[in-house]
């Protein structure tokens, strides 16, 4: 690498106290860490260190993260809510914001709350006269449910942030917006303008058995990355023990291989809940992506639900 890109290298590095020889290594293992074990090249990790430190953004604290665009081979660099708060209080012309709202309400698809037909971000700066201003009309940034497929061919539907909290990200995007008119912040992007550049990102689809610990846990699943993109757990429909049975009667209807697939799925399930400690949020994804196949989720939450009073017993029987 030549001298500018190692100055860039040992500045980060001596900023967040890495040494500068594993600071790759570092991203590559957390902030920068992909899904499906893929791995940034040297040059789009330096193109993100180059960006986070333009704009002063701490990537380990997932201000800044990356996005792979397959279609163009390459990562777009996406910042969180929170850097771009930190970029715009750290602007030395910042001189306050104040957010204006529809009279009107809309109802947006697959949404159970209405949200503003329009939020208006008005930023102000100490070195201009009139303030500048973004309005972001709902029905233009909104973005609907996620719905898939699962291996039994059944759809399935998994509510992301803009379902639960649409009129925090309605702001967000108006904030967003207000600050690149203000000040002008160029080559960063929100999650929902990084995917619908990848033209089909999905980062309401939660697959446990695939996707990185940090997406799990999240889930700021800010697929994604900021707390509003949490699982709702409030979805999760608790199995009657009575019922277990007769969804093992029905289960034993099951092709072979579909009974094995089903098996290996609650496997995958009980490990990730318990290697992260995460059992809620694997519920919530259960009882989300099998919601049309009641007797499979009950299925699914009885056994999971067993392993987990399973783990507690064993850790009160070493504490005893």
Not at 169 to 178: P, V
Not at 239 to 259: F, G, I, T, W, Y
């Amino acid at each position: 690498m030549n001298e500018v890109n190692d100055s860039v290298i040992n500045r980060f590095a001596s900023r967040y106290s890495v040494e500068p020889g594993k600071l790759f290594d570092t991203l590559r293992a957390t902030a920068f860490k992909q899904r499906e074990g893929e791995q940034p090249s040297d040059e789009q990790l330096l193109a993100l260190l180059v960006v986070a430190d333009q704009y002063n953004l701490n990537p380990f604290t997932r201000e800044i993260y990356a996005v792979p665009d397959r279609k163009n081979q390459t990562i777009i660099p996406v910042v969180g809510i929170d850097g771009w708060c930190r970029i715009v209080n750290e602007h030395p012309q910042f001189d306050g914001v104040e957010f204006h709202y529809s009279d009107n309400t809309v109802q947006m698809e697959g949404c159970n709350k209405p949200g503003f037909e329009w939020i208006e971000a008005v930023f102000y700066r100490k070195d201009r006269k009139h303030p500048l201003s973004a309005k972001e009309f709902l029905d233009e940034v909104y973005r609907p449910p996620y719905v898939g497929t699962d291996e039994f061919h059944q759809t399935y539907t998994v509510q992301g942030p803009w379902q639960t909290h649409i009129k925090r990200q309605h702001r967000h995007k108006a904030y967003i917006q207000g600050a690149r008119i203000a000040f002008g912040f160029a080559g960063i992007y929100d999650l929902d303008e990084a995917l619908r550049i990848t033209e089909g990102g999905t980062e309401n689809a939660v697959d446990i058995s695939t996707q990185s610990d940090e997406v799990v846990k999240a889930p700021d699943m800010e697929v994604a990355t900021d707390d509003s993109a949490k699982a709702d757990v409030s979805l999760v429909s608790q199995p009657d023990s009575n019922e277990s049975a007769q969804v093992d009667l029905k289960l034993s209807d099951l092709h072979p291989e579909m009974r094995q697939k089903l098996e290996d799925n609650l496997n995958n399930y009980v490990s990730r809940a318990k290697s992260l400690n995460c059992w809620p949020q694997v519920a919530a994804y259960i009882s989300n992506k099998y919601q049309g196949q009641p007797q499979i989720k009950r299925f699914l939450l009885t056994k999971l639900e067993e392993a987990e009073k399973v783990g507690l017993d064993s850790t009160d029987n070493k504490a005893a």
